[in-house]
């Protein structure tokens, strides 16, 4: 940039701040409702950013532009305004039609709308979506500059200290983060609230800092200059701001953090900004908004992979899913390796999630991110919004309930993601009560868009992580901890192998009998075959099997065909949020009374002791399960 070129840039820039001011004030006046006060001391950062990244409103998709998240989205008056200020949409759309349910222009901002990468709002996660991003333009080759925008308060968050961490490991040298150091937040000043040394923080992790005036666009020209041309590490900006700068009666008063101004108090702004009033105008046209809403189209990258065909596992050796898993994964990388990007996430267990292989098949796209799940789920998801295949996998209870926050945000986010979570329910055994997780159906069943995967053994496992690979959207698969048994057919051959497809939503008929109804998925399922194998020779009972693998959704009009006498639901979940509740939904809708209906699951916290022994305990064992029908039916 010449010298001539930069001092017109930042001209022009600060026209466009004081026109901005007076968007952030119109729109949260007319919306009563939004934050001005912090999206006043981050314009000038917002408008110098987009101005100086490489994106262009003709064509805000393309897949070689930089990347900008804004982490503190309830500035999203702030983004919204400089955006549309630069062309990327119509300012008087968003000045009407902020926060109201007919308008994209939502309350926290929103990918989807152009410019907006990442739909944020809870605090600091920006960081880890950044990172993800960061990583993803390493491995496609496109080098894409990642820039994330970040509030002082959200420092203190431990998620912000993880990404840190994960950025100088991996050398992100194309990521730009810059802070709103404004010490300011909604219940006081910031250094009171929660005091944080921002600066050492990321000197310690190894970032390069600079810190700037955030209301000069000097100061914000020459250094985001600077670092775009000549940078070796990550780098964070601290920009000292001043909450609703431009403002007289609004400078430095954290009240405005989240709190609109009245209308004459608007005017005063505008008067003050010398910025034409026309809220009149606005208000009339946002009363004539109707309540309707079209989905807002999210622009999605997908890699289309290999995936391979399937190993199968014979019935002469138990195998544990997980290993299945890990054996499938690494087929799928190195059919795949340089020609589709791809990413795999690790939280130092990867021996015991069966990541090793994977690893040793393809180094380079293997992410040892350490005991760090929330950065680790959060920063994945972004990732596989970049074209690269992403796999997150984890323990049960670490990358489903610890997470729960990232993964609805990554659900959100429309991500592409792929969550393999191993070691669930009472088969994890010994590890006692912390580690058990007894609630993934009810969890995964919160998040609208993710797609929940059960497999009963080895054969069915290796399918659903190729059909998983090679299918668009978010998914998690579930697998226990111990070996099992491959399914086998009545009369021998195994069920999930030759002449055998994995179909989304499609149930699978183990056993057919006339006596009763055992419905189940998962790790148990073997168990409830030999039960019914064992009542079929022993006491001539004829007891039909249906295994669900994919419990959230299912034909299940298709299923009640199927259905026969009474129903008896064994699922290693908690009782009252799994398989039975999800059964029980259907069947009352559709106004179906079975002669009875039970349901054997977790009722409670349990204790260490082996997956034998806790399955015996609740009632999970064949024996147990055969107790279990005998009183039902005899």
Same mark, same amino acid.
């Given at each position: 940039?010449?010298?001539?070129?930069?001092?017109?840039?930042?001209?022009?820039?600060?026209?466009?701040?004081?026109?901005?001011?007076?968007?952030?004030?119109?729109?949260?006046?007319?919306?009563?409702?939004?934050?001005?006060?912090?999206?006043?001391?981050?314009?000038?950062?917002?408008?110098?950013?987009?101005?100086?990244?490489?994106?262009?409103?003709?064509?805000?998709?393309?897949?070689?532009?930089?990347?900008?998240?804004?982490?503190?989205?309830?500035?999203?008056?702030?983004?919204?305004?400089?955006?549309?200020?630069?062309?990327?949409?119509?300012?008087?759309?968003?000045?009407?039609?902020?926060?109201?349910?007919?308008?994209?222009?939502?309350?926290?901002?929103?990918?989807?709308?152009?410019?907006?990468?990442?739909?944020?709002?809870?605090?600091?996660?920006?960081?880890?979506?950044?990172?993800?991003?960061?990583?993803?333009?390493?491995?496609?080759?496109?080098?894409?500059?990642?820039?994330?925008?970040?509030?002082?308060?959200?420092?203190?968050?431990?998620?912000?200290?993880?990404?840190?961490?994960?950025?100088?490991?991996?050398?992100?040298?194309?990521?730009?983060?810059?802070?709103?150091?404004?010490?300011?937040?909604?219940?006081?000043?910031?250094?009171?609230?929660?005091?944080?040394?921002?600066?050492?923080?990321?000197?310690?992790?190894?970032?390069?800092?600079?810190?700037?005036?955030?209301?000069?666009?000097?100061?914000?020209?020459?250094?985001?200059?600077?670092?775009?041309?000549?940078?070796?590490?990550?780098?964070?900006?601290?920009?000292?701001?001043?909450?609703?700068?431009?403002?007289?009666?609004?400078?430095?008063?954290?009240?405005?953090?989240?709190?609109?101004?009245?209308?004459?108090?608007?005017?005063?702004?505008?008067?003050?900004?010398?910025?034409?009033?026309?809220?009149?105008?606005?208000?009339?046209?946002?009363?004539?908004?109707?309540?309707?809403?079209?989905?807002?189209?999210?622009?999605?990258?997908?890699?289309?992979?290999?995936?391979?065909?399937?190993?199968?596992?014979?019935?002469?050796?138990?195998?544990?899913?997980?290993?299945?898993?890990?054996?499938?994964?690494?087929?799928?990388?190195?059919?795949?390796?340089?020609?589709?990007?791809?990413?795999?996430?690790?939280?130092?267990?990867?021996?015991?999630?069966?990541?090793?292989?994977?690893?040793?098949?393809?180094?380079?796209?293997?992410?040892?991110?350490?005991?760090?799940?929330?950065?680790?789920?959060?920063?994945?998801?972004?990732?596989?919004?970049?074209?690269?295949?992403?796999?997150?996998?984890?323990?049960?209870?670490?990358?489903?309930?610890?997470?729960?926050?990232?993964?609805? !945000?990554? $659900?959100?986010?429309?991500? +592409?993601?792929? #969550?393999?979570?191993?070691?669930?329910? =009472?088969?994890?055994?010994? %590890?006692?009560?912390?580690?058990?997780?007894?609630?993934?159906?009810?969890?995964?069943?919160?998040?609208?868009?993710?797609?929940?995967?059960?497999?009963?053994?080895?054969?069915?496992?290796?399918?659903?992580?190729?059909?998983?690979?090679?299918?668009?959207?978010?998914?998690?698969?579930?697998?226990?901890?111990?070996?099992?048994?491959?399914?086998?057919?009545?009369?021998?051959?195994?069920?999930?192998?030759?002449?055998?497809?994995?179909?989304?939503?499609?149930?699978?008929?183990?056993?057919?009998?006339?006596?009763?109804?055992?419905?189940?998925?998962?790790?148990?399922?073997?168990?409830?075959?030999?039960?019914?194998?064992? !009542?079929? $020779?022993?006491?001539?009972? +004829?007891?039909? #099997?249906?295994?669900?693998?994919?419990? =959230?959704?299912?034909?299940? %009009?298709?299923?009640?065909?199927?259905?026969?006498?009474?129903?008896?639901?064994?699922?290693?979940?908690?009782?009252?949020?799994?398989?039975?509740?999800?059964?029980?939904?259907?069947?009352?809708?559709?106004?179906?009374?079975?002669?009875?209906?039970?349901?054997?699951?977790?009722?409670?916290?349990?204790?260490?002791?082996?997956?034998?022994?806790?399955?015996?305990?609740?009632?999970?064992?064949?024996?147990?399960?055969?107790?279990?029908?005998?009183?039902?039916?005899?």
């Amino acid at each position: 940039m010449t010298e001539r070129s930069r001092e017109k840039k930042i001209v022009e820039l600060k026209e466009l701040g004081r026109l901005c001011r007076g968007d952030i004030l119109k729109m949260t006046t007319i919306a009563n409702s939004g934050h001005p006060g912090g999206s006043m001391s981050s314009i000038d950062i917002f408008l110098s950013v987009f101005s100086m990244a490489n994106i262009d409103p003709s064509t805000p998709d393309d897949p070689k532009r930089d990347r900008v998240i804004v982490s503190h989205g309830h500035t999203s008056p702030g983004v919204y305004s400089a955006l549309a200020r630069l062309g990327f949409f119509d300012i008087g759309e968003v000045i009407k039609g902020f926060r109201h349910c007919s308008s994209v222009f939502e309350g926290h901002v929103t990918r989807g709308i152009p410019g907006v990468e990442w739909t944020t709002g809870n605090l600091g996660q920006g960081l880890s979506a950044g990172v993800g991003m960061s990583i993803a333009s390493k491995l496609t080759g496109k080098n894409n500059r990642v820039f994330v925008l970040m509030s002082d308060a959200e420092q203190a968050k431990g998620q912000v200290a993880e990404a840190r961490r994960t950025a100088a490991k991996y050398g992100l040298n194309n990521l730009i983060v810059v802070i709103d150091d404004n010490n300011a937040q909604i219940s006081g000043k910031a250094e009171d609230i929660m005091p944080v040394n921002i600066r050492e923080n990321y000197v310690s992790d190894g970032w390069e800092i600079v810190e700037i005036d955030g209301h000069s666009y000097d100061d914000l020209v020459n250094s985001i200059s600077l670092f775009l041309h000549r940078q070796e590490r990550p780098v964070a900006i601290i920009a000292r701001t001043t909450m609703g700068k431009g403002v007289s009666f609004m400078e430095d008063d954290v009240s405005y953090h989240g709190k609109p101004l009245s209308m004459d108090q608007c005017r005063r702004a505008l008067s003050e900004l010398r910025i034409y009033d026309d809220l009149d105008n606005h208000a009339n046209e946002r009363k004539l908004l109707a309540r309707t809403r079209s989905p807002l189209e999210v622009p999605q990258q997908y890699p289309r992979p290999d995936a391979g065909e399937a190993f199968v596992y014979s019935s002469d050796k138990p195998v544990d899913n997980r290993s299945a898993f890990g054996k499938a994964l690494a087929d799928i990388g190195k059919r795949n390796r340089g020609k589709v990007p791809m990413a795999v996430i690790d939280c130092d267990l990867k021996p015991s999630t069966k990541l090793e292989e994977f690893e040793k098949a393809c180094p380079e796209s293997f992410f040892q991110i350490g005991v760090q799940e929330h950065n680790a789920a959060a920063l994945a998801g972004a990732l596989s919004t970049c074209g690269v295949l992403t796999f997150f996998a984890d323990f049960g209870v670490f990358g489903i309930d610890e997470t729960y926050n990232q993964q609805r !945000l990554n $659900d959100i986010n429309r991500t +592409n993601l792929k #969550v393999a979570v191993t070691h669930v329910g =009472l088969d994890v055994g010994e %590890d006692g009560k912390t580690h058990h997780c007894i609630d993934y159906i009810g969890a995964v069943r919160n998040l609208p868009g993710f797609r929940l995967l059960v497999p009963a053994d080895p054969n069915q496992t290796d399918r659903m992580v190729r059909y998983m690979a090679s299918t668009p959207g978010n998914f998690t698969i579930v697998m226990g901890r111990s070996k099992i048994e491959p399914v086998q057919r009545t009369g021998g051959g195994l069920f999930f192998a030759e002449g055998y497809e994995f179909e989304y939503g499609k149930v699978d008929l183990l056993r057919e009998g006339s006596d009763i109804t055992l419905l189940t998925c998962g790790q148990v399922t073997n168990n409830v075959i030999k039960a019914a194998d064992e !009542l079929k $020779d022993k006491h001539g009972i +004829n007891a039909s #099997v249906i295994a669900i693998p994919t419990p =959230l959704h299912f034909e299940f %009009d298709e299923m009640e065909d199927l259905l026969y006498g009474k129903i008896l639901v064994i699922e290693d979940h908690h009782s009252k949020s799994g398989l039975a509740s999800i059964i029980s939904i259907h069947m009352v809708s559709r106004g179906i009374s079975p002669s009875g209906f039970e349901n054997v699951g977790v009722d409670d916290y349990a204790c260490s002791g082996s997956n034998e022994d806790l399955y015996e305990l609740a009632g999970f064992s064949a024996n147990a399960i055969m107790d279990r029908v005998k009183r039902i039916l005899l």
